[in-house]
């Protein structure tokens, strides 16, 4: 019987997955976002050099056969530097999407569930999202102190009000469906009703944001590096990589060119795979495919 049960759902799954796979937007996007995820898995086998390795001999050398990107001004391998910055990059984004998700989840199915904290909850979330994201990243960064740990912090801080204000929508129309009153007069735990029969209504849309959020937290990672709030300046990151190239741009201008063409293709692809998901996942857009 378990057999029986399991299949339909494996059927299912691979079905969907298809479907996906079929928008060729949604298949590119995976493809570089496949591409960034085992470069930088695998960076230390990938690099030709090591990301810190000075050699003021080869400074500012164009792009070649023995450096592929060029070198920057210390004549570190840009293509090696690039490589670990999107491991830094990819590391971030993870971590503030699962922190965020703990957060914006918790707060937005309390909020939604439980008429008495629904206010005080929502007020925080609208006074929260009433900043512009970059700002209160810079202000928290600035309060606690440029760190890895910090940006990972401030950025799910700022991030997960958007996760809660999705979640705190979704409770309020899910805890009156019929199935949730059953449940209820069943004497089900309060617990159980919301990890059971909410949450889990409620994954489709958590990981459609997910995506968004992870693109956005990647962009406001380099943001807060190419402005000297991110992790230490010896750390290879896009956001660093292009700061330091903004004063060779006339010259060697591969320094800027290559961190920002992988910002621009990590952030899209991963945006290109939301709004894919987002179109198969939401039954009223789902319609029109």
Do not use: C
Request: charged share 15%; proline share 6%.
């Amino acid at each position: 019987m378990a057999d029986i049960a399991i299949k339909p759902a494996e059927r299912e799954g691979s079905k969907f997955v298809r479907r996906l796979l079929k928008r060729k937007t949604v298949a590119f996007g995976l493809v570089i976002l496949a591409i960034f995820v085992l470069l930088a898995v695998f960076a230390p086998m990938v690099a030709p050099y090591s990301p810190s390795k000075l050699s003021i001999v080869n400074r500012l050398k164009p792009p070649g056969g023995t450096f592929f990107f060029g070198t920057d001004e210390f004549g570190r391998d840009v293509f090696s530097r690039t490589i670990f910055a999107g491991r830094l990059s990819l590391l971030v984004g993870a971590a503030v999407v699962s922190l965020s998700a703990v957060i914006g989840v918790t707060l937005g199915l309390l909020a939604g569930f439980f008429q008495k904290l629904d206010t005080p909850i929502a007020r925080l979330i609208d006074a929260m999202m009433a900043f512009p994201d970059i700002l209160l990243a810079i202000a928290l960064v600035a309060a606690l102190g440029p760190s890895l740990t910090t940006v990972i912090i401030a950025l799910s801080i700022v991030y997960a009000p958007r996760l809660a204000r999705i979640v705190r929508a979704s409770t309020l129309v899910i805890r009156e469906l019929p199935y949730v009153e059953a449940a209820r007069a069943l004497g089900i735990s309060t617990f159980h009703i919301m990890t059971r029969h909410v949450l889990r209504n409620l994954l489709s849309p958590i990981l459609v944001q997910a995506t968004f959020l992870f693109a956005s937290a990647m962009l406001a990672e380099a943001g807060l590096s190419f402005l000297g709030l991110g992790v230490s300046p010896e750390i290879p990151t896009w956001g660093t990589m292009i700061a330091a190239g903004r004063q060779y741009i006339g010259q060697a201008d591969w320094m800027t060119l290559f961190p920002g063409v992988a910002i621009v293709l990590s952030v899209l692809s991963l945006q290109m795979v939301g709004d894919g998901l987002r179109d198969m996942l939401d039954p009223r857009l789902r319609k029109d495919l």
